[in-house]
């Protein structure tokens, strides 16, 4: 149980997130279910919905680049990677400019996910929609910025507005006569559901909706075009209460003769059929049902299946064996392997040899192709380091640089993918005009709910359900020594990973910091969403939307004798994160229990860095730090011991003007004394603790003088 609810945390990546806006800018999260060394990239088109099979994707490994070409599910894979290489991944975005993650280290435990996306990526209201201008957008490619919200300051608070299109904003007959969904999810779990015909202009126009960020709403739209239609939906949308919201849904273009557009994925479901897949969790027990948005009704029930074998997520090995009974630039090569266990030879398997330094195989590269037998030989006429590239069930995977300069060799490739795919299940759901759907799948007494669709006439729908805690953290924070504080500070990230808008208790929902931490701050963008709980840490005021929301700040903790006491409460876990501390001379880290440190300098000087941290919910992140600069005692025990004085002081210089004022003297010496104690007083009223030491030491002295010649 533990390794699956570990699972749970750590697949964030490869799983169809609500609203993963942050998560599309290439930040890696682990893969547990990946081996060491193995690296995920999924590309897509502006939000998960969309994958883009078929991309070339560029892994930089220390310096040296490999490809693979995106799968069905838009997934490309890089194994057999070198633990502590450093790595970035790269794709070509749909304006022609390369789009890169973030460089990152390959994972010593766990393989590794990340997505990137080729369009900028899109979320609910207030969390990264993308802006458009004026009306209901540019003329742009409409079909870019389809299902994409943006919030629209001339539209009164409550109004959600809604415009179909056949990717031309210059059309005259616009979709007109169209009904248009839209699904609300309820932080309280309720579903509510509102249909609109678009107008004259294609428009559909809700009003009257909810401001509190309380509900996510799911516009949705079948445009017929051609003999079919296109199923279009747009991405969740939370209102704010002093502005309204807009949203283009656009078909192709009215005579396009491209197949119909499927936002959801048939996946090649027949008519009638909805196909469901789990994704992080769950397992054989998980039972799943289909809802009516509107009425709430159950149209359909089952229980899952294993899924079909996936041969795409290939994970396997490739030795090298050089020899000499082997003309030197000749490649002998043998594939076996299978689903499971499974070892047969593998035909049809694609061999290519290119150079050890190649960025990407030249179109003269010597290729090759495995028979029955599951061989094949290549030679090429430049020997020397070599990389084999090797494509088989859609991908294409290079292997480790060998040697050909000298001898020949073998290659032995042992492939294996699992026996099962995710589980899913297939349910019957009949196609009915002006109808929205939902899916639940339920797995230990927790209920998961897919995004809302619609199902179209002759064509299946394909689904999927993400089973993940429901609310995940993750943190990254630099930090260093300032005076008698540990200040870190960095970024705050919490994820919503349903469909469902998050409503925290009480006056929201709360972002512990370290016990005893002082001085939180914010930064200023985010103060108006986040506020400082003294004594707690962190609280997001408004409800958590859908997919990613992200913040800065700062906190401070004690030095006490040197040592850091680091006691960080993590009710929602954490997931891929990190903390670096300037490292000086003597510091010793004691890492919390089951993370690892390591020393890195960079040209900032050097750092302790302790990274990745992965911890389950409702534990707690426990570290101790020692050997940290600190203040002498004096420090300490002279400021209480002058407090001490100034208010003998103070009663005695009180004691006294009350007695003068009772014999008043005219001499200089009484006026002289009247002033220091007035000037006394004042320092200490106006600084406090806080006063100039030095000052008040020159006014007690004189005092002292002045009193003893009396």
Request: aromatic fraction near 6%; glycine fraction near 12%.
């Given at each position: ?32 279910d990946?081996?060491?060394?193995t ?12 994958t ?8 930089t490994v ?50 590794a ?9 899109s979320g ?5 929609g ?13 079909r ?13 608070g ?6 179909l ?13 169209i ?30 909706l ?7 709403y ?6 017929p075009r ?5 199923r ?16 283009l849904?656009?078909?192709d273009?009215?005579?396009?003769t491209?197949?119909p ?29 289909v ?18 074998p ?40 694609g061999?290519?040899?290119v ?8 179109p ?22 070599m ?25 032995r ?8 795919g995710?589980?899913?299940a ?10 929205a ?18 199902v ?52 929201g ?9 002082r ?9 108006a ?10 609280r ?13 700040g700062?906190?401070?903790?004690p030095?006490d004798g ?43 000087g050097?750092?302790?860095v302790?990274a ?54 005219k ?28 000052r008040r030491?020159?006014?007690?002295a004189?005092l ?7």
């Open positions: 149980m533990k390794r699956v609810v570990v699972l749970i945390l750590c697949c964030v990546a490869g799983a169809a997130l609500a609203q993963p806006a942050e998560a599309l800018k290439g930040h890696p999260l682990p893969g547990p990946l081996p060491v060394g690296i995920s990239v999924r590309v897509v088109a502006g939000n998960v919905t969309s883009v099979p078929g991309i070339a994707v560029t892994l220390n310096g040296t680049a490999r490809e693979a070409r995106t799968d069905a599910e838009g997934r490309a894979f890089f194994k057999d990677l070198p633990v502590g290489a450093t790595v970035k991944a790269k794709i070509q975005g749909e304006d022609g400019k390369d789009v890169e993650s973030d460089e990152f280290q390959v994972y010593s435990d766990t393989g996910k990340l997505m990137l996306t080729t369009r900028p990526p609910g209201m207030g969390m990264g993308a802006p458009l201008a004026g009306g209901d957008g540019p003329m742009a490619d409409p870019k910025l389809s299902g994409q919200p943006r919030p629209e300051q001339t539209d009164p409550g109004t959600f507005t809604v415009r299109t056949y990717d031309d904003l210059k059309d005259k007959t616009p979709p007109a006569g009904p248009v969904a839209l699904v609300g999810y309820a932080a309280d779990n309720s579903v509510t559901m509102q249909t609109v015909a678009s107008d004259k202009d294609g428009r559909a126009q809700f009003t009257n909810d401001r509190t960020g309380e509900t996510a799911y516009a949705l739209a079948l445009i051609g003999s079919g239609v296109d279009v939906w747009g991405l969740p949308t939370v209102l704010v209460p002093q502005e309204g919201a807009r949203m849904l656009s078909a273009k009215r005579d396009s491209a197949p557009i499927d936002e959801t994925g048939d996946d090649g479901a027949a008519a009638g059929k909805v196909r469901v897949s789990l994704e992080g969790a769950g397992d054989l027990t998980t039972t799943i049902a809802f009516d948005a509107a009425t709430h009704a159950p149209l359909a029930s089952g229980q899952v299946q294993p899924g079909g996936d041969p795409s997520q290939i994970q396997g090995s490739a030795p090298f064996e050089a020899r000499t009974d082997i003309a030197p630039g000749t490649l002998h090569v043998e594939v076996t392997g299978g689903p499971g266990t499974e070892t047969k030879a593998l035909a049809h398997v061999v290519t040899l150079a050890g330094d190649a960025q990407e195989p030249p003269d590269s010597p290729r090759g192709e495995t028979g029955d037998d599951g061989k094949t030989s290549v030679t090429t006429p430049k020997p020397g380091p990389r084999a590239i090797i494509s088989m069930n859609g991908r294409d995977i290079p292997t480790e640089v060998f040697d050909l300069a000298k001898s020949g060799g073998i290659l490739v042992e492939a294996h993918w699992a026996e099962h995710r589980p899913e297939m349910l019957d759901v009949a196609a009915k005009a002006g109808q759907v939902y899916v639940e799948a339920r797995w230990h007494g927790n209920a998961y709910r897919s995004r809302p669709f619609q179209a006439d002759g064509r299946g729908a394909h689904v999927t359900v993400s089973i993940f805690p429901r609310v995940m953290f993750s943190f990254s924070w630099t930090s260093k020594i300032e005076d008698e504080f540990l200040q870190a500070q960095g970024r705050f990230e919490i994820y919503n990973t349903t469909w469902i808008p998050v409503v925290g208790e009480g006056d929902l709360l972002v512990p910091l370290p016990k005893g931490f001085g939180a701050v914010l930064a200023e963008q985010d103060q969403d986040v506020a400082v709980a003294p004594g707690e840490g962190f997001i005021v408004r409800p958590l939307a859908p997919g990613a929301r992200r913040f800065l700062g906190f401070n903790v030095v040197g040592k850091v006491d680091w006691s960080l409460d993590l009710p929602f876990g954490a997931v891929q994160s990190g903390i670096e501390i300037s490292q000086l001379p003597g510091m010793n880290v004691q890492t919390p229990k089951g993370v690892t440190g390591r020393i890195e300098n960079d040209s900032r050097k750092w302790y302790i990745p941290i992965s911890i389950l919910p409702k534990q707690s992140m426990a570290m101790t730090i020692t050997g940290m600069p600190s203040a002498p005692a004096w420090t300490k025990w002279v400021p209480r011991a002058l407090g001490l004085l100034v208010g003998g002081a103070l009663i005695a210089g009180i004691a006294l003007a009350i007695a003068l004022k009772r014999a008043p003297s001499t200089a010496k009484t006026g002289r004394r009247q002033q220091l104690l007035d000037e006394l007083v004042d320092l200490e009223r106006r600084e406090g603790s806080e006063s100039d030491p030095e030491e020159k006014l007690l004189e002292e003088k002045l009193w003893e010649q009396e």
